[in-house]
Nanobody, 119 residues
């Protein structure tokens, strides 16, 4: 099993910045993808950003140019730097990790951290 511990959420004013962190621990043999999804009230969960083991990154259209995903493979940690935040970014942000072992991929989710953008 893999445990994910998120940190860094909170309340921020429009135009501000936040940095989320997510550390993975447990039975980790190989991490393939690390990233972030979010879910706002009444909406479906959507991709924010993700990073593959090969170094490729993918972003949701609404955050492109404002958010940056990065990872520290030595620490099994993924980060999300969020800049120029606006009210539409208010959501619960979930860390996502995909591991690979013996031909099988497994998906893990964090408990979620609230990000609220409001004046």
């Amino acid at each position: 099993q893999v445990q994910l511990v998120e940190s860094g959420g909170g309340l921020v004013q429009p135009g501000g910045s936040l940095r989320l962190s997510c550390a993975a621990s447990g039975s980790i043999f190989s991490i393939n993808v690390m990233g972030w999804y979010r879910q706002a009230p009444g909406k479906q969960r959507e991709l924010v950003a993700k990073s593959s083991s090969g170094g490729s990154t993918y972003y949701g259209d609404s955050v492109l140019g404002r958010f940056t995903v990065s990872r520290d493979n030595a620490k099994n940690t993924v980060y999300l730097q969020m800049n120029s935040l606006n009210a539409e970014d208010t959501a619960v942000y979930y860390c996502y990790v995909q591991t690979y072992y013996s031909g099988r991929y497994s998906d893990y989710w964090g408990q979620g951290t609230q990000v609220t953008v409001s004046s």
